[in-house]
């Protein structure tokens, strides 16, 4: 196997973990989301144990995805189109160009939301839920970035 068929093949791998990702992550979004989460509900979740878990599995699968997609399919697909960097920062503004993401700068916002959302214990309600809720409206940012990148693939007949 040549290398470039195995970048391929991992073109193709990351293909279908990021539309399960994303399918996963909209549908905890729904979930979680189909009303709003306020500092209330972030106080009910040592009593809640469902809306604890929902709580859970988004911000897994908000971190999972923006994890995949920043580290994972846009290196590789940079590289194989020719256009590799070695920096996050540089990766981010060529996906700006090419419109796959909105802008790098928001990018690295959500990226440190991902951070603060799964390395850090946040104790104070109201902090968790205004996270939670920043997650919530990045969401679309997210899968759209999935579905653009995705489109990549397809159009390039790689996926």
């Known amino acids: 196997m040549t290398e470039r068929s195995n970048d391929m093949e991992r073109l193709r791998f990351l293909a279908r973990v990021i539309e399960g ?10 979930r979680l989301f189909s009303e709003p989460f306020t500092a209330e509900a972030a106080e009910r979740l040592d009593e809640d144990q469902a809306l604890s878990e ?3 599995a988004f911000v897994a699968r908000f971190s999972r995805l923006q994890d995949t997609l920043g580290d994972k399919l846009l290196p590789a697909l940079l590289k194989a189109l020719g256009e590799e960097r070695a920096l996050l920062i540089d990766r981010l503004d060529t996906a700006e160009k090419l419109g796959w993401i909105e802008s790098s700068e928001q990018w690295m916002v959500i990226r440190q939301l991902r951070n603060q959302m799964i390395h850090e214990y946040i104790e104070d ?4 839920a205004e996270a939670l809720q920043a997650g919530h409206d990045y969401v679309e940012e997210l899968t759209n970035a999935a579905r ?3 489109g990549e693939l397809e ?3 790689w996926k």
């Open 125 to 128: 309600s109201t902090v968790l």
């Open 148 to 150: 653009n990148m995705l």
């Open 155 to 157: 159009k390039r007949g």
């Open 21 to 30: 990702e994303t399918r996963n992550l909209e549908a905890t979004n729904a």
């Open 54 to 56: 929902r709580v859970d």
